[in-house]
């Protein structure tokens, strides 16, 4: 009788103890951070999102995941970032111009031949000496919590581009920045401001003669379709930035807050590496559609954006400090 008795108590407790952890485990609630993307999910930044949403969704437990919407399905990077600032969504990748709208040191990250190499690059963004920069923009709303590489950006049009007198009456879509339109200006053009979704139309009628872009996104958007020569002026290794809402960012507990800052950085390093092995593809598939890749001479254009890169890296203490910390990791 004892032993049936105790047999029942155990069986119970073992049914309590389910339910207890049954219980446990449905006080769980994912939240899902919406991200906003303009690029297409063959994109090595849209792949290095994904991963880092599924170690940071096993590595909390579930508490965090991502929904990525690429394509600029929830709007131009402004207004998205706008969406991220009000909460709207949670987290969103912007070229690093947009950001230049609520704080002008940024620009000095974004200056034309600032970088010698991705490695050198990387080093910068993995270094931490961004990071006060990146927290200046926290009274807006949002945080910048990261960089990612988009590659050395290059003119393309319906003729190569040698010199800076063969830009001489060509718009040049570029992101709404004063200083991106600033750089085409002195490169010889005329820089024009315009959403990244605009751009194939807008050259197809004529609005528009080229758009200045990495080899990926030249690529993953057909553009070779209507502007034949890319030509390699790298002129430009501009940031994208990953941004997130400040108040859901700054109310992570600590534990998840570290996770999800370690993942970043990991993530950020991997993209790196990614990107190399994206450009290749996509030169792959350009040149089988017609595309013809230029090499050329880029000194003249160095020389002409020299008054650019004096004003941005003067334009405070900041940005100063920055751009001589910057240049002491190219040794």
């Known amino acids: 009788m004892k032993k049936i008795l105790l047999i029942g108590i155990l069986s119970l407790m073992g049914i309590v103890a389910g339910c207890s952890e049954k219980g446990e485990k449905e006080k ?3 939240k899902v951070l919406k991200v906003a993307f303009n690029q297409s999910e063959n994109h090595p930044q849209y792949k290095a999102m994904r991963e880092f949403s599924d170690r940071l969704e096993k590595e909390t437990n579930g508490a965090y995941k991502l ?6 399905l929830l709007g131009d ?3 998205t970032l706008e969406l ?3 909460g709207v ?3 969103a990748l912007v070229g690093n111009p947009v950001v230049e709208n609520f704080n002008q040191d940024f620009a000095v990250i974004g200056l034309p031949y600032l970088y010698d190499s991705l490695d050198h690059q990387k080093k910068v963004f993995l270094s931490g000496i961004l990071d006060p920069l990146f927290k200046s923009v926290s009274k807006n709303g949002f945080e910048v919590i990261g960089a990612f590489t988009a590659g050395s950006r290059c003119v393309y049009t319906d003729k190569p581009i040698m010199k800076p007198e063969d830009l001489s009456g060509y718009k040049i879509r570029v992101m709404q920045s ?3 339109k600033k750089m085409i200006d002195l490169m010889g053009g005329v820089g024009t401001p315009m959403g990244q979704g605009e751009v194939y139309t807008a ?3 004529g609005v528009i003669e080229g758009g200045e872009n990495n080899e990926v996104t030249y690529s993953d958007l057909k553009h070779y379709e209507v502007a034949p020569y890319f030509s390699y002026t790298n002129h430009l290794m501009i940031p994208d930035l990953i941004v997130i809402n400040e108040k859901l960012y700054n109310g992570m507990s600590q534990e998840n807050r570290k996770i999800f800052d370690r993942l970043m950085y990991e ?3 991997k993209e790196f590496l990614a990107w190399n092995k994206n450009v290749e593809k996509a030169k792959e598939i350009a040149i089988e559609n017609g595309a013809t890749f230029v090499n050329i001479d880029i000194k003249p254009f160095q020389k002409n954006i020299e008054p650019l890169q004096e004003t941005v890296k003067n334009h405070s203490d900041v940005t100063r400090s920055i751009y001589k910390k910057v240049r002491e990791l190219a040794n």
């Open 203 to 205: 050259i197809q009628q």
């Open 84 to 86: 991220v600032q009000s």
């Open 67 to 72: 929904e990525i919407s690429p394509n600029g």
């Open 267 to 269: 993530t950020i390093e």
């Open 28 to 30: 769980v609630k994912t």
């Open 89 to 91: 969504i949670q987290m």
């Open 178 to 180: 004063d200083t991106m």
């Open 77 to 79: 990077q402004r207004a």
